[in-house]
């Protein structure tokens, strides 16, 4: 069963600091890799998705990397900023489109 | 452009009884599903559909049903509530190929006395 970790839970910073936030998951055979922003009482927004061909994506300051026989991808936040905090998570697909969630990583980025 | 919309936003419910929730999508998406998201559990599959007319079991189906009566709609049934069905419900949608994101709702938030 394939079982997606992200690591810290939780992680504050101050701003303009740049950041990495981990995702490891335990079955490499996946098709790809999705990340995603929850704002707090609100639904998820995706932010970017690695197809299991790629080992990068890039979105303005964002950049996450795919690495699947080590089981790991990570998000890189370039000069954070106070509206960047949010909930990231991290979903692997795996046959019929499913995703499988992580727990999140909660940020906080302090003026 | 509306994408994912769920109704309602808020509901609470007394043990027993019954509800559906609706979510539609406009942007003529194969894929729908249903997840809740509950504290220390993070997002758990409920039911998926990959078409119209088709259903099929996620991670944690008991309790729930689910019907795809047109390619927009995903109705999603809690027939007898129960207080462990007190979650936040979000309904996603993607289409075909395995490349594209999925898109969410904004969530349904459910409590049951």
């Known amino acids: 069963k394939q079982e997606v970790t992200q690591i810290p839970a939780a992680l504050s910073v101050p701003e303009g600091e740049n950041l990495v936030l981990n995702c490891s998951f335990t079955?490499?055979?996946?098709?790809?890799l999705q990340w995603f922003r929850q704002d707090p009482g609100k639904g998820l927004t995706s932010l970017l998705l690695?197809?299991?061909?790629?080992r990068e994506q890039t979105s303005g300051r964002l950049n996450a990397s795919l690495d699947k026989s080590s089981g790991r991808s990570t998000l890189y936040i370039a000069a954070s900023q106070p509206g960047d905090s949010a909930t990231y998570l991290c979903?692997?697909?795996?046959?019929?489109?499913?995703?499988?969630f992580g727990q999140g990583t909660r940020l906080t980025i302090n003026p | 452009n509306a994408g994912v919309t769920q109704t309602p936003k808020f509901r609470v419910l007394k043990t027993g009884q019954s509800m559906t929730l609706l979510c539609a999508q406009d942007?003529?998406?194969?894929?729908m599903y249903w997840y809740r998201q509950d504290p220390g559990m993070g997002l758990r599959l409920i039911h998926y559909?990959?078409?119209?007319?088709?259903?099929a079991k996620g991670e944690v189906p008991d309790g729930y049903n689910v019907s795809r009566l047109k390619k927009q709609n995903f109705l999603l049934g809690l027939e007898s509530a129960a207080p462990s069905q007190t979650s936040v419900y979000f309904c996603?949608?993607?289409?075909?190929?395995?490349?594209?994101?999925?898109?969410f709702g904004d969530g349904t938030r459910l409590s049951i006395l």
């Open positions: 996603a949608s993607t289409g075909q190929g395995g490349n594209q994101p999925q898109h």
């Open positions: 079955d490499s055979a996946i098709y790809n």
């Open positions: 942007m003529n998406h194969e894929y």
């Open positions: 979903a692997v697909f795996q046959g019929a489109q499913k995703l499988v």
């Open positions: 559909s990959v078409g119209e007319g088709t259903t």
């Open positions: 690695i197809q299991s061909s790629q």
